[in-house]
């Protein structure tokens, strides 16, 4: 071969594909493989033709075709095949070489990943890619972590090819995360951050037409005005545009079954908060608000059954100012939601040992990637005031929208209450927003009834120590 290739991708799925098509348009020689290997000589026929490509029908040749130190991508599905591929090139590889996992993989696989990997003398990369096909193909978001000294080996091209922001257009939403599983972390973090964005929009939309039966004209107008102020955003933009695809006599999105789908980073992100006690309150509720639309034979069934408030006059003379109420509360909810999964990175960081940067995260966000929003900048800004800020919505701009928002805040979930319209990610936010500025809850009470039936012992407000009672000799006796 006259020429050797600067980069190696493994998987010609559209993702795989379009990344490619995006690394070979910034200047670089690709050699592609795919374990169907017919799919290599269409993708060469087709799509790759005249290109600076090179097909390879086995991974052996791939290797072979790549300048070294070997950068070899994987963008193939998660899981067992990640670990066969890496079984596979280590024995063809030299000490140095470098290989990525850009798919959707659990932290906890790069972790281990990153380990084995290093022990065999070579370099591993697990990186978080955001934005669909359409970023992949044009500039997406990029959140690689894993072997520190491979990112000076891939940083050229992986920031060529994320998307930009910036007045000049040149910042990349591209930058080191941090050692081992950071990067996928931080993307998992970014996944469910965007299932809380998508069910907030979801009840937005479905106050305005279950209040005001907007009709889908109105909407989009009602979203593109949103698009314009605070609220701009990728998600914000296609529900605006979603509005407007009509079918036949009809508006397709009236026509979509109400049963949403999930891939499980949401459910990750809800599970590992657990793991480490931090209440990521909005992603929990998203992500059961889509198991519960799953049940969609049940809800049918338990419509016939189960009744509401009824008929509620709710005397609303001013439609303007509704639809700017739930505009206020769709924003301060989610303010809030992000403010619980930088919350998140900060204590998966501590647990970790992740150098996180979250201005820097929030940069990664800002264009490219399905959450980019105007409103990141905010957040960045957040950071570089104050690296160490305990929660967004302690900074001044947080705190202050917040605030004027509240009044309308709560007011949208008052009305929802009243009204029968399921709002579980509005009225969590507003949970989790009065719990966190309460000095005291009621958790005194639920300490009680564990050091009453466990024995699990309790601190108190007025000496130091730790204490247990003998609730049954203490208590007053029942005098029946």
Same mark, same amino acid.
């Given at each position: 071969?006259?020429?050797?290739?600067?980069?190696?991708?493994?998987?010609?799925?559209?993702?795989?594909?379009?990344?490619?098509?995006?690394?070979?348009?910034?200047?670089?020689?690709?050699?592609?493989?795919?374990?169907?290997?017919?799919?290599?000589?269409?993708?060469?026929?087709?799509?790759?033709?005249?290109?600076?490509?090179?097909?390879?029908?086995?991974?052996?040749?791939?290797?072979?075709?790549?300048?070294?130190?070997?950068?070899?991508?994987?963008?193939?599905?998660?899981?067992?095949?990640?670990?066969?591929?890496?079984?596979?090139?280590?024995?063809?590889?030299?000490?140095?070489?470098?290989?990525?996992?850009?798919?959707?993989?659990?932290?906890?696989?790069?972790?281990?990943?990153?380990?084995?990997?290093?022990?065999?003398?070579?370099?591993?990369?697990?990186?978080?890619?955001?934005?669909?096909?359409?970023?992949?193909?044009?500039?997406?978001?990029?959140?690689?972590?894993?072997?520190?000294?491979?990112?000076?080996?891939?940083?050229?091209?992986? *920031?060529?090819?994320?998307?930009?922001?910036?007045?000049?257009?040149?910042?990349?939403?591209?930058?080191?995360?941090?050692?081992?599983?950071?990067?996928?972390?931080?993307?998992?973090?970014?996944?469910?951050?965007?299932?809380?964005?998508? *069910?907030?929009?979801?009840?937005?939309?479905?106050?305005?037409?279950?209040?005001?039966?907007?009709?889908?004209?109105?909407?989009?107008?009602?979203?593109?005005?949103?698009?314009?102020?605070?609220?701009?955003?990728?998600?914000?933009?296609?529900?605006?545009?979603?509005?407007?695809?009509?079918?036949?006599?009809?508006?397709?999105?009236?026509?979509?079954?109400?049963?949403?789908?999930?891939?499980?980073?949401?459910?990750?992100?809800? *599970?590992?908060?657990?793991?480490?006690?931090?209440?990521?309150?909005?992603?929990?509720?998203?992500?059961?608000?889509?198991?519960?639309?799953?049940?969609?034979?049940?809800?049918?069934?338990?419509?016939?059954?189960?009744?509401?408030?009824?008929?509620?006059?709710?005397?609303?003379?001013?439609?303007?100012?509704?639809?700017?109420?739930?505009? *206020?509360?769709?924003?301060?909810?989610?303010? &809030?939601?992000?403010?619980?999964?930088?919350?998140?990175?900060?204590?998966?960081?501590?647990?970790?040992?992740?150098?996180?940067?979250?201005?820097?995260?929030?940069?990664?966000?800002?264009?490219?990637?399905?959450?980019?929003?105007?409103?990141?900048?905010?957040?960045?800004?957040?950071?570089?005031?104050?690296?160490?800020?305990?929660?967004?919505?302690?900074?001044?701009?947080?705190?202050?929208?917040?605030?004027?928002?509240?009044?309308?805040?709560?007011?949208?979930?008052? &009305?929802? &209450?009243?009204?029968?319209?399921?709002?579980?990610?509005?009225?969590?936010?507003?949970?989790?927003?009065?719990?966190?500025?309460?000095?005291?809850?009621?958790?005194?009470?639920?300490?009680?009834?564990?050091?009453?039936?466990?024995?699990?012992?309790?601190?108190?407000?007025?000496?130091?120590?730790?204490?247990?009672?003998?609730?049954?000799?203490?208590?007053?006796?029942?005098?029946?």
């Amino acid at each position: 071969m006259s020429e050797l290739c600067d980069f190696g991708l493994i998987g010609l799925a559209v993702m795989g594909e379009n990344l490619a098509l995006n690394v070979e348009s910034r200047g670089y020689r690709v050699a592609v493989f795919n374990r169907t290997v017919d799919k290599v000589d269409t993708f060469m026929q087709g799509r790759a033709a005249g290109k600076e490509f090179v097909g390879c029908h086995s991974i052996e040749e791939l290797v072979q075709a790549l300048e070294r130190p070997r950068k070899v991508m994987l963008l193939v599905k998660a899981g067992a095949a990640v670990d066969a591929f890496i079984d596979q090139l280590i024995p063809l590889l030299d000490p140095g070489d470098v290989i990525i996992d850009g798919g959707n993989t659990h932290f906890t696989d790069t972790e281990r990943r990153t380990k084995y990997v290093e022990e065999k003398g070579l370099l591993f990369i697990g990186t978080g890619v955001s934005g669909g096909e359409e970023g992949a193909l044009k500039g997406p978001s990029m959140m690689p972590g894993g072997s520190p000294d491979a990112w000076p080996l891939v940083k050229p091209i992986f *920031q060529a090819i994320a998307a930009k922001v910036g007045p000049q257009n040149d910042i990349p939403c591209c930058e080191w995360v941090g050692p081992r599983g950071a990067g996928h972390y931080v993307k998992m973090v970014h996944n469910g951050i965007e299932y809380g964005d998508m *069910q907030l929009i979801c009840e937005a939309y479905a106050m305005l037409q279950g209040v005001l039966n907007l009709s889908n004209d109105e909407l989009y107008e009602v979203f593109a005005e949103w698009n314009r102020g605070e609220l701009q955003s990728y998600l914000i933009e296609i529900s605006r545009d979603i509005f407007s695809v009509r079918d036949g006599d009809g508006h397709l999105v009236d026509r979509i079954l109400d049963v949403a789908g999930a891939k499980g980073t949401g459910k990750w992100m809800s *599970q590992l908060a657990l793991d480490l006690g931090v209440p990521s309150t909005l992603v929990t509720a998203a992500v059961y608000a889509r198991c519960l639309s799953a049940q969609k034979e049940a809800r049918v069934r338990a419509s016939k059954v189960l009744s509401g408030p009824g008929q509620v006059d709710l005397q609303i003379t001013d439609r303007d100012a509704f639809i700017e109420q739930v505009r *206020q509360a769709l924003y301060a909810s989610k303010i &809030t939601s992000y403010a619980q999964g930088f919350v998140q990175l900060q204590e998966a960081a501590k647990e970790h040992h992740w150098p996180l940067d979250y201005g820097a995260c929030a940069l990664l966000w800002r264009g490219g990637c399905i959450i980019r929003a105007q409103f990141l900048d905010r957040i960045k800004e957040a950071f570089d005031d104050n690296a160490h800020l305990e929660n967004l919505l302690l900074h001044p701009y947080f705190k202050d929208a917040v605030q004027k928002a509240q009044p309308a805040w709560r007011e949208i979930v008052v &009305t929802a &209450t009243r009204m029968g319209i399921p709002v579980p990610a509005f009225s969590t936010a507003l949970a989790y927003y009065d719990g966190y500025r309460s000095a005291r809850l009621p958790a005194n009470l639920l300490q009680a009834q564990r050091d009453y039936f466990g024995a699990h012992t309790y601190q108190r407000t007025d000496r130091e120590g730790v204490f247990h009672t003998e609730w049954l000799q203490e208590r007053r006796q029942p005098e029946d």
